[in-house]
């Protein structure tokens, strides 16, 4: 299946010259979200994973289904004010400003293998803040993956010393 067909390309979106890539309808495509999600875990099937992070929010999306395939715990990286519990917070940087993430204190152990999970690896601000979150916690990250890479925009140098995985890419 060819999944660059079932996303929506929105011109103009959220603003003129922006070109957005869809996922919704992707989503709403029991066939194609089923294999968009066994073609994120193939690679890691046989990888000694003992955690998926998700990155808020649509990283929630794939990460969940991706750790029931693996067979391992789903733990979520949030925005501040999301998270119950003791945490620790990775500020990372914005086009104008700056933002966080945060995950439990207790959500990593020390030596665990980590795969985080987004939707889309664009300039790579928060898939490297959740990065240092897991390396903060002690975790190894064995890879970052996402559904879409954006390649123009270069995200892929602030994370070089990890393995990346996309399953699409666009220019």
């Known amino acids: 299946m060819d999944l660059k067909t079932k996303i929506r390309e929105v011109p103009d979106f959220p603003k003129k010259g922006i070109l957005f890539y869809d996922i919704t309808t992707l ?30 929010s649509r990283g929630f999306i794939f990460g969940a289904p991706l750790a029931e395939r693996l ?3 789903f733990v979520p990286v949030r925005k ?3 998270l119950p519990s003791e945490r620790i917070e990775e500020p990372y940087d914005l086009e104008y400003g ?7 204190k207790d959500a990593i152990l020390p030596g665990e293998q980590v795969l985080i999970v987004d939707d889309l690896l664009a300039t790579g601000g928060t898939m490297a803040a959740t990065a240092k979150l897991i390396k903060r916690l002690g975790g190894d990250i064995v890879a970052l993956a996402c559904l879409i890479e954006l390649i123009g ?19």
Do not use: M, Q
């Not at 925009?153 to 220019?171: I, M, P, Q, W």
């Open 80 to 82: 501040p004010g999301k």
């Open 153 to 171: 925009l270069n995200g892929r140098e602030k994370l070089n010393e990890h393995a990346v995985f996309s399953l699409l890419t666009y220019d």
């Open 71 to 73: 067979n391992v715990g």
């Open 27 to 56: 989503l709403s495509d029991p066939l194609a979200l089923k294999t968009a999600v066994d073609r994120l875990a193939a690679p890691y099937l046989t990888k000694n994973i003992n955690k998926v992070v998700g990155i808020e």
């Open 98 to 104: 700056t933002d966080a993430l945060c995950i439990h």
